[in-house]
C-alpha cells in the first residue's frame, strides 16, 4: 500500500510531462463488450458533468457554443450511436451519418445550414469532370463568399444577428481548414471519386459537432471512411484516451490556483510566467485532444492524437513536431514539400524557403482567413501571429538548417567508411546536459513568440483590436461623414459587444485580463460620448442619467479605479484615453513592464 502511495505522485508527474508514452503503455489492451459499453458510459457521464459545471472545456479556444443540455443531447446521441453500430454493422457508415446531421441539425441549425450550403455545391462540383483549377477556384469562392457574407459593414444585420451571427463563428471554427486538408487529399489521390456522402460523412460524423474542433481535428480522409468494423484495441485505446483527457483537465483546476497561490505568498510573480504559457495551454490542449480522439476511436475512426507530449521537446523543431501535428502536416503537405521536394539545386536554400512558406504564408494567411477575420468580421491585421510565426520561422529554420548539415555530414562519413572498408560511424549521441537546458529553452522561445505577438498588438494599436473596436471605428468614420442614424447603430452594436465581454468579470485588475480591462475602459467612454455631463451626475435627475453614472460605477469598481473619479468627467477621460494608448510605440515597450 505505501509502495503504490509512493509511486502514485511519480505516475503523475510523467502522466503531466510525458502522456503519449504514459496512456500508450497502459493496459488492458483490449476491454469486452460489456466492459466498453460500461467505460464509454461512465466517461461520457463524467464529460458532461465537468462539462455543465465549468471543468471541462471541450470547445478548445473557441466560445462555448454549446450549452451544457446541448452537449448533454451530444454525448448521449454519440452512446447511442456506438450502441447502434453494434446492432446493425452493415449500416454503420448511415446510422453514423445520419444520426450525426440530426443532432447537428437539432443544435446547431443555423451552422448547419451554412455548413451544407457550402459543402453541396462544393461535392458538386468535386464530382463533375471540371479541372483541378476550376475545383480549387471552387474552394475558394466558397469561402470568399462566406468571408463577404459576414462582414459587419456590407451586411450587419447577418453579423449581428443573434442566431446567424454566432453561425459564422462555429462555421470558422469547423469548415474552412478541415475543408481545405480534405480537398488537397482528396485532389492528390485522385479515386475514388468524392461523393456528397463522403463529404457530410467527414464534416458532421459525431464527435466533430461536439467539440467545434478548429484545428484540433483535421484528421486524414482515410480516417473517417468507416468501411470496416471497430478495432477492440483502438476502443481500448479511445477509453484511455477519454480518461487522459478528464485528467488533464482536473489537473488544471488544480494546478492553477496552487501555482498563482505559491507566485502570491513568496512574492515570485515569475513563476506564473511559464504556467501562462505554455504550461497552461498545454494542459487545456491536451484535454481537448485526447477527449475528441478518444471519442473518435471509441466510434472506429483510427484519428491519431493532435498533441503529442508537447513538453518533453528539447528544442522549438521537436516542440512544432510535437504541437498540433494534424494542422502542421497540413501546412507541410500544402506549403513545405512543393517547395522542397524534387530539384536538388540549393538544397538549404529550398528548406529555407519552405519553411517561410509554411510559417509566414500558410500559418499567417490560413489563421488570418479563418480565426482572426471571424472573429472581427472585418479585415484588420494580425501583428500577433505575423509576429509568432516570424519568431518561429526563424526558430524552426535555423534547426532544420543545422538538421539538415549534420544529416549531410553524417551522410558523408558513412559514404567515406564505406569505400574504405571501415565499419560505419556511430550516429552522435546529443548531450543529456544539452537535452535538458534545451527544455527550458525551448519554452522562452515559445513564450517569447505567442506573448510578443501579443505585445507587439500593444505596441502598435496600443489597445487589443477586436470587433467592437473596429466596430467602433467605423461608427466614429460615418458620424464625420454626417451619417449620424447609421453611427448611432453601430455604437449600439459596440457597446453590446463590450457588455458581453465585461459581464461574467468582476475584477479587471490582473494583467491576464486586458482585453476585457481595455473593454471596461471602452465602454465608459462610450458614456461620456453619449452625454458628459449626465452620464456622471450622481443625483437622480433623470433615470436614464442615474443609470449611467451606476453603469459607470460599477465598471471603476472592475477596474480598481478611484471612485472619485465618477465625479471629474474630465479626469475619467483623460485616465481612459491614457489606459488606451500607454502600451504604443517605443515608450510602451518599459510600460509593457507595469502589467
Known amino acids: 500500500m505505501l509502495r503504490v502511495l509512493l509511486a502514485a505522485p511519480r505516475a503523475l508527474l510523467n502522466f503531466w510531462w510525458d502522456p503519449e508514452t504514459t496512456v500508450d503503455d497502459a493496459r488492458p489492451r483490449e476491454l469486452g463488450p460489456g466492459r466498453a459499453r460500461a467505460s464509454l458510459a461512465l466517461s461520457l457521464a463524467v464529460i458532461g458533468a465537468l462539462y455543465a459545471t465549468g ?38 457508415a448511415r446510422l453514423w451519418l445520419w444520426g450525426s446531421l440530426a443532432l447537428s441539425t437539432v443544435l ?33 469562392a466558397l469561402h470568399l463568399a462566406v468571408m463577404a457574407l459576414w462582414h459587419f459593414r456590407w451586411f450587419p444585420a447577418v453579423v ?34 468524392v461523393t456528397v456522402a463522403e463529404v457530410f460523412t467527414y464534416f458532421f460524423t459525431l464527435p ?3 467539440l467545434v474542433p478548429y484545428m484540433f481535428a483535421l484528421p486524414r480522409r482515410e480516417h473517417l471512411r468507416l468501411d470496416a468494423a471497430p478495432d477492440p484495441e483502438l476502443t481500448a485505446r479511445g477509453t484511455r484516451y477519454l480518461v487522459a483527457g478528464v485528467l488533464f483537465a482536473l489537473s488544471y483546476h488544480a494546478l492553477e490556483p496552487a501555482i498563482l497561490w505559491a507566485a502570491a505568498i513568496t512574492g515570485q510573480k515569475w513563476l506564473i510566467i511559464p504556467w501562462v504559457y505554455p504550461i497552461e495551454p498545454v494542459f487545456w490542449a491536451l484535454s481537448s485532444s485526447y477527449i475528441l480522439t478518444g471519442l473518435y476511436n471509441r466510434m472506429g475512426a483510427p484519428v491519431t492524437l493532435a498533441f503529442r507530449s508537447p513538453l518533453v521537446s528539447h528544442s522549438v523543431l521537436e516542440w512544432w513536431r510535437r504541437w498540433n501535428v494534424h494542422f502542421r502536416d497540413l501546412l507541410v503537405d ?38 482572426h477575420y471571424f472573429m472581427n468580421n472585418a479585415i484588420a491585421p494580425y501583428w500577433s501571429m505575423f509576429v509568432e510565426n516570424g519568431v518561429m520561422f526563424v526558430g524552426v529554420g535555423v534547426l ?17 567508411a564505406r569505400a574504405a572498408g571501415l565499419p560505419a560511424p556511430k550516429p552522435p549521441v ?51 461623414a454626417g451619417e449620424a442614424r447609421d453611427a448611432a447603430y453601430f455604437r449600439e452594436r459596440a457597446r453590446e459587444d463590450l457588455e458581453r465581454a465585461v459581464a461574467p468579470h468582476d475584477d479587471l485588475t490582473s494583467p491576464w485580463r486586458i482585453k476585457e480591462r481595455h473593454a471596461a475602459v471602452k465602454l465608459i467612454l462610450l458614456e461620456l460620448s453619449d452625454d458628459p455631463a449626465a452620464a456622471l451626475r450622481d443625483v ?39 489606459e488606451l494608448t500607454r502600451y504604443r510605440g517605443i515608450k510602451g515597450l518599459a510600460r509593457l513592464r507595469e502589467l
Request: proline share 7%; hydrophobic share 55%.
Open 430 to 480: 546529443t548531450p543529456a546536459w544539452r537535452r535538458i537546458l534545451g527544455v527550458p529553452l525551448t519554452y522562452l522561445v515559445v513564450f517569447t513568440s505567442v506573448m510578443g505577438g501579443y505585445a507587439t498588438n500593444l505596441i502598435v494599436e496600443g489597445t487589443v483590436v477586436d470587433r467592437p473596436t473596429l466596430v467602433l471605428r467605423h461608427a466614429r468614420a460615418l458620424a464625420e
Open 108 to 140: 446547431l441549425p443555423a451552422a448547419t445550414a451554412l455548413a451544407v450550403a457550402v459543402l453541396v455545391p462544393y461535392a458538386l462540383v468535386m464530382r463533375s469532370r471540371a479541372p483541378k483549377w476550376a475545383k480549387w477556384a471552387t474552394l475558394f
Open 55 to 92: 471543468h471541462l472545456h471541450l470547445t478548445c479556444w473557441t466560445p462555448k457554443f454549446h450549452s451544457p443540455w446541448g452537449i448533454g443531447v451530444l454525448l448521449a446521441g454519440f452512446f447511442a450511436l456506438t450502441l447502434a453500430q453494434e446492432a446493425w454493422p452493415a449500416a454503420r
Open 208 to 210: 466533430a459537432v461536439i
Open 160 to 193: 449581428f444577428s443573434p442566431v446567424w451571427g454566432p453561425a459564422g463563428l462555429i462555421f470558422a471554427f469547423f469548415v474552412p481548414l478541415r475543408l481545405l486538408w480534405f480537398h488537397h487529399q482528396a485532389v492528390r489521390d485522385g479515386a475514388p471519386p
Open 540 to 578: 437622480p435627475s433623470s433615470a436614464h442619467s442615474f443609470e449611467r453614472g451606476s453603469r459607470i460605477a460599477a465598471l471603476l469598481g472592475k477596474l480598481g479605479w478611484d471612485a472619485a473619479l465618477a465625479r471629474d468627467p474630465v479626469a475619467l477621460g483623460a485616465r481612459c484615453e491614457d
Open 400 to 416: 532544420l538548417h543545422v538538421e539538415r548539415v549534420v544529416m549531410d555530414r553524417a551522410t558523408a562519413a558513412r559514404k567515406a
Open 334 to 371: 500544402i506549403f513545405f514539400y512543393p517547395l522542397v521536394l524534387g530539384r536538388r539545386s540549393h538544397p538549404i536554400l529550398r528548406l529555407w524557403i519552405g519553411a517561410f512558406g509554411v510559417f509566414i504564408v500558410g500559418s499567417t494567411v490560413l489563421h488570418w482567413a479563418v480565426k
